[in-house]
């Protein structure tokens, strides 16, 4: 088994719970198909 350290291929996922309009961030899309980061 590889050492966490030495594994530079892990990627790393998360669930971001975004429901609701949106209506606050002055936005016509709604927010779960807005970009999180640079993705």
């Known amino acids: 088994m590889t ?3 030495d ?3 892990q990627k ?3 669930i971001v719970p975004a429901a ?3 209506k606050r961030m ?3 899309t709604p927010k779960q198909y807005l970009p999180l ?3």
């Open 26 to 28: 002055d936005t016509e």
């Open 12 to 14: 790393c996922w998360a």
């Open 3 to 5: 050492p966490p350290s």
């Open 37 to 39: 980061g640079d993705k």
């Open 20 to 22: 609701g309009a949106g």
């Open 7 to 9: 594994n530079n291929d």
